[in-house]
């Protein structure tokens, strides 16, 4: 299914979305060949002018060439303990972690507070606390002025999940940068996803 990590309502809207813009979502189907004209699909040769292959993420080889560090699971994650760490004073963040909701720039913010404030925390002997992944907004925008938003199982789409997005986007601009670029950023965002 599309977005495998997120909710089967997730899947669901963002494929009926991706089909009423005229875009043939093909899943569980092998791709043989790619070249200049054609895409070959379980013996399908299929014409075409553009490919769009999102057949998800793998992990940095280096986790695997250190096997004395990181323990790498079967999906190509890497295995971590409740303070993010994968081997005593060495810390994993981000899509490369078995960790609930990892592969979203939301949590790997949120994971790279908490990493700072773990660190803080030790050197100065206070009490250290596991990482608890925080229940943030999913926003899959797709389109000009639609998203798929979702939070604690509650999901909009369309109008609405598109400026759940954009308030998503700017609360994390804020986090790194002056209001003033946050708007300029947000909106040469927006301006770009209107073109589409």
């Known amino acids: 299914r599309l977005v495998p990590r997120h909710s089967h309502q997730a899947s669901y809207h963002v494929a009926k979305r991706l089909k009423a813009l005229g875009v043939d979502v093909l899943l569980n189907t092998r791709v043989e060949r790619v070249d200049d004209e054609f895409v070959t699909i379980d013996k399908r040769k299929l014409p075409t002018e553009t490919v769009l292959w999102a057949a998800g993420v793998r992990n940095n080889p280096f986790y695997l060439k250190h ?42 913010l949120d994971m790279a507070v908490y990493i700072a404030d773990h660190l803080v925390r030790n050197v100065a002997s206070r009490p250290l606390y596991p990482y608890r992944p925080s229940a943030s907004l999913i926003c899959i925008p797709i389109g000009a002025h639609w998203a798929y938003a979702e939070c604690l199982g509650i999901y909009v789409t369309g109008k609405l999940g598109s400026y759940a997005h954009r308030r ?22 927006t301006t770009k996803t209107r073109n589409l």
């Open 168 to 189: 998503a986007v700017m609360r994390s601009y804020l986090q790194i940068m002056p209001r003033a670029m946050a708007d300029m950023a947000v909106a040469s965002q």
């Open 67 to 108: 096997p004395q560090y990181f323990e790498v699971l079967s999906d190509g994650r890497v295995s971590v303990n409740p303070y993010l760490e994968a081997y005593r004073d060495i810390y994993v963040i981000g899509d490369n972690i078995d960790v609930k909701d990892a592969g979203r720039a939301r949590s790997a």
